[in-house]
């Protein structure tokens, strides 16, 4: 006797196999995706920060890697906190992700303490080498590799471009992260090309808000005072007010990138992350196809950014050579 099945029966079958489907579509898809995590030493609502990730991911997008199609990507912001950060490296390794992506010596560090195998690649780290990630810049070895932002020599061009447009500059205080080696190879750096541009430079520690109030109105007390500004994530998340109390004090400043000139700072020269992060972009892509991170040769920023705000220079009564605005990349009227 043949076993049949209604007209109802076979309906409600079919609907179910077409809801079946889409879930096993989808459950198909996840399995397929590649897991990327990134590591930024920023807070979340941090402007920059945000533009850094939107460069590596436009460049993933550029070589065929769709977020939420082919790739799934964790993002860690976490600001200058240490614990915050060896807890977040911790929580991103728990999802055995193929490459991580680290910003900056401060992410990059605990890291390498915790893995050996998943693949790192770096942006915006000075001296690699020295600071033990990599065996070399041609031959990384083990499992990093990345893009360094410059070699120590030049950092002291801030202090040429200091020199440039305030001639009568004679201190220097220069604000940087004792606890980053690499801001302390660039301190040395500054140091050591002092003499020659007869300058007195001291090296001030960054620590918070109110410590880098002080220093700032303890430096403008001082007559023919400036200041230098390295990169770290204390002065960057405290940019606004480094920008605001010198500006407020008539304080000539200089850093190292464009973007604190864009919100107001007076001067910078510096590399531009931004082209390094769509880079990344690149090796990332070569890894989850298959290369080694020991076989990627570490590369150092080529671009270089000069940058002047001509409305800060008017407010703290400077004008700035015409040579100088001839030879800038970016000037700000």
């Known amino acids: 006797m043949a076993i049949g099945i209604g007209r109802r029966e076979f309906i409600t079958a079919l609907g179910g196999a077409a809801v079946a489907w889409p879930i096993a579509a989808r459950a198909q898809q996840r399995e397929q995706q590649r897991r990327l995590a990134i590591m930024l030493a920023y807070p979340e609502n941090d402007s920059q920060g945000q533009q850094y990730a939107a460069a590596f991911v436009q460049g993933l997008r550029d070589l065929g890697w769709t977020e939420g199609g082919n790739i799934h990507i964790d993002y860690r912001w976490c600001g200058s906190d240490v614990d915050r950060i060896r807890h977040a490296a911790s929580e991103l390794l728990e999802r055995k992700p193929d490459v991580i992506l680290a910003h900056s010596a401060l992410t990059l560090q605990p890291l390498r303490q915790m893995t050996t195998t998943v693949p790192l690649v770096f942006v915006q780290v ?50 940087y992260n004792p606890v980053q080696a690499p801001q302390v190879g660039m301190w040395r750096a500054i140091e050591a090309a002092a003499p020659s541009l007869t300058v007195n430079v001291s090296a001030v520690s960054a620590v918070d808000a109110d410590n880098l109030t002080h220093v700032i109105e303890a430096s403008a007390r001082e007559p023919d005072s400036g200041m230098i500004v390295l990169p770290n994530p204390i002065t960057i998340a405290n940019r606004k007010l480094i920008i605001e109390l010198t500006t407020r004090y008539r304080l000539p400043v200089v850093y190292t990138y464009a973007y604190f000139v864009r919100d107001g700072g007076l001067a910078s020269y510096g590399s531009d992350p931004v082209i390094q992060y769509r880079q990344a972009a690149s090796y990332v892509d070569r890894i989850l196809k298959g290369a080694k991170p020991a076989d990627l040769p570490v590369q150092l920023a080529t671009n270089f950014n000069l940058a002047v705000n001509l409305r800060t220079a008017k407010a703290i009564g400077l004008t700035i050579p015409e040579s100088f605005l001839i030879r800038a990349d970016e000037v700000i009227e």
Request: aromatic fraction near 6%.
């Open 126 to 175: 000075v001296d690699p080498v020295g600071g033990g990630f990599v065996t070399s810049m041609a031959s990384p070895g083990g499992n990093i590799t990345g893009f360094a932002l410059a070699e120590f020599a030049t950092s002291n061009k801030m202090l040429e471009v200091l020199k440039e447009i305030v001639p009568q500059v004679k201190r220097v205080a220069v604000i």
